[in-house]
């Protein structure tokens, strides 16, 4: 153990955990060196945010050991671990939005005054100090549901390394972020590495993993198959390692052949803030459009305008040459309109639920058998949705809050294939999903668009929103800043046009003039 306690500041030593028959976690042994970076990747489902929530007390591990700076632990809750020194930064944010920054800072750690009152002035220094040393600008007086998740993704990690930490975990920290608050947030790891601070990094984005961290580790079905030094390895042994088959390309040909102009937009313009000011478009029947832009651009915006949930001042959208200018959500899937939102817990999933409630919630008309609904016909159409998805589960009566992430988007996309929808729009649809089921989801999406559906999705990756699509449109400040062929298109044009205030659309070959004023 004094080898452990001087080689390691953490060793998980065969740690078993099963939810029933599904045996989730094998026997891992995982060890992590003080003042360094482990990089933890996997498919979803492969036992990654188990694993950390069993370490975090989260969960009780069936089986093995945990020793942490020479000593054994078993957290009974996350107090208790946090109070030890390890932090853990959830993907999906569990905070009090209706509360401000401060109080969420110190959520169940309020300091006291010799009154033994709540000192607010010290808890808005400290608040203050900590921001300040981070680098992260913040009115921390207002609510949290005022905040864009990557501002909450911000604060939220702000607050794990408030507590000390030996170990601080970050799962998929992100996801939503954008590439200047991803550099800051790697400022500040490099610089809690130097103080000795060790960090758990889960994510799926391979270009990340190796640029800050020192080792990877690979979890595939509920064993870890591969540690190496980052500098050892390389993309295609990491994703081989993760789906245990290597992918030969990142994203399947989109061979769709769009057709006539099938859905317009025209001179669209919200009521509310944040406001889209006179956007139009056309697109093709069978045509797989993309709208980039960084976080507040108004992607997200665009889309809930389209599909009834926010107010629109002026415009029209137009299907199949007749005007579909929804004013419900209802309304807009009762005429063949499908969204998935960007954040899956708050606004896509039924978490007190099942697989089958989740997939055929929205379709609930289709099962009705007299006055009751048909449950034997309710779970075969999950039972397909989940074999086409390639959902891991037990089947369809499981809870949908004891899926991983990605598992729980699938089901989310079954939901909506379900209805069979004409136009299908989705806000970053692969956020938080591993190699292996992106590419499944690409291989969804272009079928869909092969069959005649009209695809509209959002991405914030790059590589995607060029890899998966036929045209992209490019969002800046409420604006539509230009519209490109994804052919005769590069990252570069595209963050050009996502910082510009105005395009003025003049084309010489592959040259475009930009207007910043």
């Not at 989260?58 to 107090?79: A, C, M, R």
């Not at 993309?235 to 992918?247: C, D, T, W």
């Not at 004891?402 to 294939?417: E, P």
């Amino acid at each position: 153990m004094a080898g452990d306690k001087n080689e390691y500041i953490l060793s998980i030593n065969g740690m078993s955990k099963s939810f029933g028959r599904n045996k989730v976690l094998k026997h891992i042994s995982l060890n992590v060196k003080p003042g360094s970076i482990m990089g933890l990747m996997g498919e979803n489902g492969a036992g990654k945010s188990t694993m950390m929530k069993c370490l975090f007390g989260t969960y009780q591990k069936d089986e093995g050991t945990i020793i942490l700076d020479g000593k054994e632990v078993n957290f009974s809750g996350p107090k208790e671990a946090l109070e030890n020194g390890v932090a853990m930064v959830h993907q999906e944010l569990n905070q009090c939005l209706e509360r401000s920054v401060v109080d969420n800072l110190f959520l169940g750690r309020y300091p006291k005054n010799s009154m033994g009152v709540v000192d607010e002035g010290r808890m808005k220094k400290e608040a203050s100090d900590l921001f300040r040393k981070l680098g992260i600008t913040v009115n921390m007086t207002q609510p949290m549901k005022k905040m864009s998740v990557s501002q909450r993704q911000m604060c939220e990690i702000a607050k794990a390394i408030s507590y000390n930490s030996k170990v601080i975990v970050l799962d998929e920290p992100t996801s939503s972020l954008t590439a200047p608050e991803v550099e800051k947030l790697f400022k500040m790891m490099r610089q809690l590495k130097e103080q000795g601070i060790s960090l758990i990094y889960i994510s799926h984005k391979m270009d990340e993993i190796f640029e800050i961290c020192d080792q990877i580790s690979v979890l595939r079905d509920g064993s870890l198959v591969m540690t190496k030094d980052s500098k050892d390895t390389d993309m295609n042994e990491l994703i081989s390692a993760m789906v245990g088959r290597s992918l030969d390309n990142r994203f399947p040909p989109v061979d769709n052949k769009p057709g006539e102009v099938i859905f317009s937009v025209e001179n669209l313009s919200t009521k509310y803030a944040p406001k889209l000011q006179n956007i139009s478009f056309d697109i093709r029947k069978g045509e797989i459009f993309g709208l980039y832009g960084l976080v507040g651009a108004g992607r997200t915006e665009l889309l809930e305008t389209i599909f009834g949930m926010r107010t629109r001042a002026a415009g029209n959208v137009i299907y199949d040459g007749k005007i579909m200018n929804f004013t419900s959500t209802k309304d807009a899937m009762d005429h063949g309109f499908a969204l998935i939102t960007e954040e899956r817990k708050a606004n896509g999933l039924f978490l007190k639920g099942d697989i089958t409630f989740n997939t055929t919630i929205a379709n609930m008309n289709h099962y009705k058998k007299g006055i009751a609904l048909s449950k034997d016909e309710m779970v075969r159409a999950t039972a397909n949705e989940i074999k086409v998805m390639h959902t891991k589960c037990m089947g369809p009566d499981d809870m949908i809050s004891s899926l991983s992430g990605g598992n729980q988007q699938k089901a989310i996309f079954g939901r909506w294939l379900e209805r069979s929808p004409n136009i299908f729009m989705m806000d970053d649809p692969t956020r938080g999903i591993d190699v292996g089921a992106k590419y499944e989801i690409y291989e969804l999406i272009i079928n869909m668009a092969k069959q005649g559906k009209t695809i509209i999705v959002v991405s914030s990756e790059m590589p995607e929103i060029l890899g998966i699509t036929n045209r992209i449109g490019v969002m800046s400040n409420g604006h539509l800043a230009g519209i490109v062929n994804t052919k005769e298109t590069d990252q570069e044009e595209l963050l050009v046009l996502s910082i510009c205030k105005k395009e003025r659309s003049i084309r010489y070959g592959r040259e475009r003039i930009y207007s910043f004023g």
